[in-house]
């Protein structure tokens, strides 16, 4: 079977440089582009110098380059860089693999229109062991559904530009779906002062940004005389790029398409049926 034919953007941030040395060593993936924005001082030089390699793929800010030889795009960076990478990749059918967080209701809708053309993977996080956590969230939550308020705790490195995180975020919705109510109405996005006793049907979400934390998680279920914390923490951004190229393996024979990484994994109601 030929290799996975990968290009990544912001290939010289933290996640880009991650996923760039993830593929070098992956023996199913071939690394063929890397985008970054224009300016950046690295423009033209090798995508892994980083690592004292020479990758033959030279960092490049223009998309049709970049994309020349790829068949799938994993993307980790902003939502207007995303977007600008979804129309091209829509346009020529390269499939992309969505990690970026903090989309506006427009961008979600641009992801889900794309899709009627190329594959897409959109996930709020793609480790293997976060998207596990997810599942039991739904499991935990229709059990403990009387009598528990819910509190959704998170930390990251202080460079993260969004918040709460998108992976809190997803743990929030599949915690309101479980329950049957609606993230957007019953989310508390902070406290101050006198607010009152807690409404027991709100979701709570605390969000802490500091250091180089590459992403905590806790979920606690407190009742009167219990609590239930199910939690998950990142040591190292190489969980994500593992995760994005089990997603590109995924797409390989999907024409079009929009999915997640619980469909990736087998873990949703479809992929059950």
Not at 2 to 17: D, E, P, Q, Y
Not at 192 to 197: K, L, R
Not at 200 to 213: E, H, W
């Amino acid at each position: 079977m030929s290799k996975l034919k990968i290009a990544i953007a912001g290939s010289t941030g933290r996640m880009g440089k991650m996923l760039i040395e993830t593929v070098l060593n992956s023996s199913e993936a071939e690394l063929v582009g890397a985008l970054d924005r224009p300016g950046n001082p690295a423009i033209g030089h090798d995508a892994a110098a980083y690592l004292g390699k020479n990758s033959g793929v030279r960092i490049t800010d223009n998309l049709a380059e970049g994309l020349a030889q790829a068949d799938f795009l994993i993307d980790f960076t902003r939502p207007e860089g995303t977007l600008e990478h979804l129309a091209y990749c829509r346009q020529h059918g390269v499939k992309l693999i969505i990690g970026t967080t903090g989309f506006d209701d427009a961008g979600k809708a641009a992801i889900a229109a794309a899709s009627q053309e190329i594959a897409i993977v959109f996930a709020p996080n793609m480790s293997v062991g976060v998207n596990a956590v997810f599942k039991l969230l739904d499991v935990a939550a229709r059990i403990l559904n009387e009598g528990y308020d819910i509190e959704i705790i998170e930390a990251h490195h202080r460079y993260k530009v969004d918040a709460p995180s998108g992976t809190a975020l997803g743990m929030g919705e599949v915690i309101a779906n479980a329950l049957g109510r609606d993230l957007k109405t019953c989310a508390v996005y902070g406290r101050e002062g006198i607010t009152g006793e807690r409404d027991p049907n709100t979701i709570g979400f605390a969000t802490i940004r500091g250091g180089d934390v590459v992403g905590d998680h806790t979920v606690l279920f407190a009742a009167l005389g219990e609590r239930v914390e199910i939690s998950h923490k990142s040591s190292s951004r190489v969980g994500y790029a593992h995760g994005s190229l089990r997603a590109a393996r995924f797409l390989r024979d999907k024409p079009t398409g929009l999915y997640t990484m619980q469909d990736v994994l087998g873990l949703s109601a479809e992929s059950a049926d």
